[in-house]
């Protein structure tokens, strides 16, 4: 059973924009999505996976990379168990591909170790 779906990916040029959405089961592990701390990571060829965006339950803390803040947003909808990464004036560098993950007790994007539920990636593409 996939918990976490990530859709939105696509192929755009410098300065766009898109918007990735992860779906996640309504209860993972018996716990409902809502309990749960969220994140966003990348991985681009050749490289490892590195932390974009992240949300504690609650939504009350976000974390961002230095490299996407200002630029992308990261959200979610409790309701919908969904959350969302909003991406805008989209650079070459951000090519990769995104994975959301979920965990009730880790946090931030420091690093990808430790996170409990994976997503299996949306891919994402930035033409100079």
């Known amino acids: 059973q996939a918990h976490l779906v990530e859709s939105g990916g696509g192929s755009v040029q410098a300065g766009g924009s898109l918007r990735l959405s992860c779906v996640a089961s309504?209860?993972?592990?018996?716990?409902?999505?809502?309990?749960?701390?969220m994140a966003w990571f990348r991985q681009a060829p050749g490289k490892g996976r590195e932390g974009v965006a992240a949300?504690?339950?609650?939504?009350?803390?976000?974390y961002y990379a230095d490299s996407v803040k200002g630029r992308f947003t990261i959200s979610q909808d409790n309701a919908k168990n969904t959350l969302y990464l909003t991406m805008n004036n989209l650079k070459p560098e951000d090519t990769a591909m995104y994975y959301c993950?979920?965990?009730?007790?880790?946090?931030?994007?420091?690093?990808?170790?430790?996170?409990?539920?994976w997503g299996q990636g949306t891919q994402v593409t930035v033409s100079s």
């Open positions: 949300v504690d339950s609650g939504g009350g803390i976000t």
């Open positions: 993950a979920a965990d009730l007790y880790r946090r931030g994007i420091a690093t990808m170790s430790g996170w409990n539920y």
């Open positions: 309504r209860y993972m592990g018996g716990f409902t999505y809502s309990r749960y701390n």
